[in-house]
Protein backbone atom coordinates (compact mmCIF):
# COMPACT_ATOMS: atom_id res chain seq x y z
CA UNK A 1 0.00 0.00 0.00
CA UNK A 2 2.00 2.96 -1.31
CA UNK A 3 0.02 5.76 0.34
CA UNK A 4 0.80 8.85 -0.81
CA UNK A 5 3.94 9.15 -3.37
CA UNK A 6 5.85 12.44 -4.33
CA UNK A 7 8.30 12.49 -7.13
CA UNK A 8 10.93 13.47 -7.69
CA UNK A 9 12.69 13.65 -4.07
CA UNK A 10 15.26 15.97 -5.06
CA UNK A 11 15.62 18.61 -7.55
CA UNK A 12 18.25 21.53 -8.10
CA UNK A 13 16.83 24.23 -10.39
CA UNK A 14 18.53 27.60 -11.64
CA UNK A 15 16.26 30.63 -11.35
CA UNK A 16 13.91 31.15 -14.03
CA UNK A 17 13.47 27.10 -14.98
CA UNK A 18 10.76 25.59 -14.66
CA UNK A 19 9.21 22.07 -12.94
CA UNK A 20 6.40 20.22 -12.12
CA UNK A 21 5.95 18.29 -8.84
CA UNK A 22 3.55 15.29 -8.83
CA UNK A 23 1.64 14.02 -6.56
CA UNK A 24 -0.68 10.31 -6.28
CA UNK A 25 -2.23 8.75 -3.52
CA UNK A 26 -4.17 5.29 -3.72
CA UNK A 27 -6.30 5.46 -0.82
CA UNK A 28 -9.47 7.23 -3.08
CA UNK A 29 -8.96 10.44 -0.93
CA UNK A 30 -11.08 13.27 -2.02
CA UNK A 31 -9.50 16.07 -0.73
CA UNK A 32 -5.04 16.62 -1.76
CA UNK A 33 -2.95 19.18 -0.89
CA UNK A 34 0.50 20.85 -1.11
CA UNK A 35 2.45 22.23 1.07
CA UNK A 36 5.63 23.69 1.97
CA UNK A 37 8.07 23.55 4.53
CA UNK A 38 10.59 26.00 5.69
CA UNK A 39 13.12 26.01 8.91
CA UNK A 40 10.80 27.93 11.77
CA UNK A 41 8.01 28.34 9.88
CA UNK A 42 6.51 24.61 9.75
CA UNK A 43 4.06 23.58 6.81
CA UNK A 44 2.30 26.45 4.83
CA UNK A 45 -0.14 25.72 2.75
CA UNK A 46 0.17 26.41 -1.00
CA UNK A 47 -2.85 24.85 -2.65
CA UNK A 48 -5.56 22.43 -1.80
CA UNK A 49 -7.73 20.13 -3.64
CA UNK A 50 -11.41 19.56 -2.33
CA UNK A 51 -12.66 17.06 -4.52
CA UNK A 52 -11.53 15.81 -8.28
CA UNK A 53 -12.08 19.31 -10.34
CA UNK A 54 -11.83 22.19 -7.51
CA UNK A 55 -8.93 23.95 -6.04
CA UNK A 56 -8.45 27.15 -4.32
CA UNK A 57 -5.50 28.81 -2.81
CA UNK A 58 -4.08 28.34 0.41
CA UNK A 59 -2.04 30.87 2.48
CA UNK A 60 1.48 31.05 0.08
CA UNK A 61 -0.31 30.31 -3.71
CA UNK A 62 2.26 33.09 -5.20
CA UNK A 63 4.55 31.40 -8.08
CA UNK A 64 2.64 28.35 -7.85
CA UNK A 65 0.16 26.68 -9.91
CA UNK A 66 -1.68 23.33 -9.34
CA UNK A 67 -3.53 20.70 -11.15
CA UNK A 68 -6.11 18.41 -10.15
CA UNK A 69 -5.71 15.78 -12.95
CA UNK A 70 -7.79 13.27 -11.38
CA UNK A 71 -9.09 11.67 -8.40
CA UNK A 72 -5.43 10.37 -8.12
CA UNK A 73 -2.98 12.88 -9.31
CA UNK A 74 -2.82 16.71 -8.16
CA UNK A 75 0.49 18.65 -9.39
CA UNK A 76 2.25 21.80 -8.66
CA UNK A 77 3.94 23.83 -10.70
CA UNK A 78 6.62 26.32 -10.68
CA UNK A 79 6.34 28.40 -13.64
CA UNK A 80 9.74 30.56 -12.98
CA UNK A 81 11.42 29.25 -9.81
CA UNK A 82 13.20 31.85 -7.82
CA UNK A 83 15.38 31.20 -4.47
CA UNK A 84 12.49 32.11 -2.02
CA UNK A 85 11.06 28.52 -3.29
CA UNK A 86 13.94 26.94 -1.96
CA UNK A 87 12.03 24.14 0.50
CA UNK A 88 10.66 20.83 1.09
CA UNK A 89 7.65 20.47 -0.13
CA UNK A 90 4.82 17.79 0.80
CA UNK A 91 2.11 16.36 -0.58
CA UNK A 92 -0.78 15.30 1.65
CA UNK A 93 -4.51 13.68 0.74
CA UNK A 94 -7.23 13.05 3.46
CA UNK A 95 -11.08 12.65 3.22
CA UNK A 96 -11.88 15.32 5.39
CA UNK A 97 -15.90 15.42 5.78
CA UNK A 98 -16.49 17.81 8.76
CA UNK A 99 -12.90 17.51 10.20
CA UNK A 100 -13.31 13.59 10.27
CA UNK A 101 -10.28 12.07 8.66
CA UNK A 102 -6.69 12.91 9.11
CA UNK A 103 -3.86 14.01 6.68
CA UNK A 104 -1.61 11.33 5.08
CA UNK A 105 1.29 13.02 3.82
CA UNK A 106 4.02 11.72 1.02
CA UNK A 107 7.41 11.71 1.69
CA UNK A 108 7.97 15.32 0.47
CA UNK A 109 10.24 16.54 -1.96
CA UNK A 110 13.61 18.68 -1.59
CA UNK A 111 13.96 21.96 -3.95
CA UNK A 112 16.99 24.03 -3.90
CA UNK A 113 16.23 26.81 -6.42
CA UNK A 114 20.07 28.58 -7.35
CA UNK B 1 -7.58 34.24 9.33
CA UNK B 2 -6.78 30.68 11.63
CA UNK B 3 -3.72 30.59 13.11
CA UNK B 4 -1.76 28.09 15.27
CA UNK B 5 0.92 28.81 17.57
CA UNK B 6 3.45 27.01 19.36
CA UNK B 7 5.47 28.39 22.25
CA UNK B 8 8.41 26.75 22.54
CA UNK B 9 10.34 26.08 18.98
CA UNK B 10 12.90 24.53 20.55
CA UNK B 11 13.01 21.76 23.61
CA UNK B 12 15.67 20.08 25.07
CA UNK B 13 14.96 17.41 27.53
CA UNK B 14 17.25 14.08 29.43
CA UNK B 15 15.69 10.76 28.87
CA UNK B 16 12.67 10.20 31.48
CA UNK B 17 11.86 13.62 31.71
CA UNK B 18 8.33 15.08 31.33
CA UNK B 19 7.39 16.72 28.20
CA UNK B 20 4.63 19.36 27.50
CA UNK B 21 4.76 21.35 24.21
CA UNK B 22 2.31 24.17 24.46
CA UNK B 23 -0.04 25.01 21.12
CA UNK B 24 -2.64 27.43 21.10
CA UNK B 25 -4.89 28.04 17.70
CA UNK B 26 -7.18 31.15 17.11
CA UNK B 27 -10.67 30.11 15.60
CA UNK B 28 -13.78 31.37 17.03
CA UNK B 29 -16.18 28.18 16.00
CA UNK B 30 -15.93 24.17 16.61
CA UNK B 31 -12.24 22.89 15.44
CA UNK B 32 -10.67 19.91 15.01
CA UNK B 33 -7.10 19.42 16.38
CA UNK B 34 -4.19 17.63 15.60
CA UNK B 35 -0.62 16.73 16.48
CA UNK B 36 1.99 15.83 13.83
CA UNK B 37 5.24 13.83 14.58
CA UNK B 38 8.12 14.24 11.87
CA UNK B 39 11.09 12.36 13.16
CA UNK B 40 14.67 13.22 11.27
CA UNK B 41 14.44 12.58 7.08
CA UNK B 42 10.48 11.41 7.46
CA UNK B 43 6.96 12.64 6.75
CA UNK B 44 4.37 13.61 8.73
CA UNK B 45 2.61 11.26 10.82
CA UNK B 46 -0.35 11.42 13.59
CA UNK B 47 0.38 11.11 17.05
CA UNK B 48 -3.28 12.13 17.99
CA UNK B 49 -6.40 14.16 17.26
CA UNK B 50 -8.95 15.32 19.00
CA UNK B 51 -12.67 15.76 17.16
CA UNK B 52 -15.32 16.14 20.16
CA UNK B 53 -15.68 14.37 23.36
CA UNK B 54 -13.24 13.59 26.30
CA UNK B 55 -10.99 16.88 25.82
CA UNK B 56 -8.19 14.18 27.32
CA UNK B 57 -6.80 12.64 24.37
CA UNK B 58 -4.44 9.63 23.87
CA UNK B 59 -2.10 8.89 20.99
CA UNK B 60 0.48 6.55 20.02
CA UNK B 61 3.96 6.23 21.73
CA UNK B 62 2.62 7.23 25.22
CA UNK B 63 1.60 10.41 24.35
CA UNK B 64 -1.58 12.49 25.56
CA UNK B 65 -3.42 16.02 24.99
CA UNK B 66 -5.77 18.02 26.46
CA UNK B 67 -7.84 20.33 24.65
CA UNK B 68 -9.26 23.15 27.02
CA UNK B 69 -11.69 24.79 24.86
CA UNK B 70 -11.71 28.32 27.53
CA UNK B 71 -8.22 28.55 26.67
CA UNK B 72 -8.03 27.66 23.31
CA UNK B 73 -5.18 25.49 23.67
CA UNK B 74 -4.35 21.46 22.75
CA UNK B 75 -0.85 20.80 24.83
CA UNK B 76 0.65 17.51 24.21
CA UNK B 77 2.20 15.58 27.08
CA UNK B 78 4.38 12.51 27.86
CA UNK B 79 5.17 11.77 31.36
CA UNK B 80 8.76 10.46 30.52
CA UNK B 81 10.44 10.48 27.07
CA UNK B 82 12.91 8.60 25.37
CA UNK B 83 15.65 8.99 23.23
CA UNK B 84 13.26 7.94 20.00
CA UNK B 85 11.00 10.76 20.84
CA UNK B 86 13.87 13.44 19.20
CA UNK B 87 11.66 14.46 16.43
CA UNK B 88 9.73 17.96 15.26
CA UNK B 89 6.18 18.18 16.98
CA UNK B 90 3.57 20.06 14.74
CA UNK B 91 0.29 21.12 15.87
CA UNK B 92 -2.44 21.60 13.24
CA UNK B 93 -6.06 22.88 13.39
CA UNK B 94 -9.03 22.97 11.48
CA UNK B 95 -12.66 24.26 11.65
CA UNK B 96 -14.88 21.43 11.68
CA UNK B 97 -17.94 22.80 10.01
CA UNK B 98 -16.13 24.45 7.34
CA UNK B 99 -14.08 23.35 4.97
CA UNK B 100 -10.45 21.23 5.41
CA UNK B 101 -8.29 23.39 5.42
CA UNK B 102 -5.61 22.11 7.50
CA UNK B 103 -3.44 24.72 9.17
CA UNK B 104 -0.03 23.71 11.18
CA UNK B 105 1.67 25.44 13.69
CA UNK B 106 5.36 26.64 13.19
CA UNK B 107 6.52 23.16 14.86
CA UNK B 108 8.59 22.40 18.02
CA UNK B 109 11.79 21.07 17.59
CA UNK B 110 12.41 17.95 20.20
CA UNK B 111 15.87 17.05 21.59
CA UNK B 112 16.01 13.71 23.59
CA UNK B 113 19.54 13.14 25.45
CA UNK B 114 20.15 9.59 27.08
Known amino acids: NAGVTQTPKFQVLK ?17 MYWYRQDPGMGLR ?7 EGTTDKGEVPNGYNVSRLNKREFSLRLESAAPSQTSVYFCASSNFRQGMVEAFFGQGTRLTVV | AQSVSQHNHHVI ?5 SLELGCNYSYGGT ?8 YPGQHLQLL ?16 EAEFIKSKFSFNLRKPSVQWS ?7 AVTPSGGYNKLIFGAGT ?3 VHP
Open chain 1, 15 to 31: TGQSMTLQCAQDMNHNS
Open chain 1, 45 to 51: LIYYSAS
Open chain 2, 13 to 17: LSEAA
Open chain 2, 31 to 38: VNLFWYVQ
Open chain 2, 48 to 63: LKYFSGDPLVKGIKGF
Open chain 2, 85 to 91: DTAEYFC
Open chain 2, 109 to 111: RLA
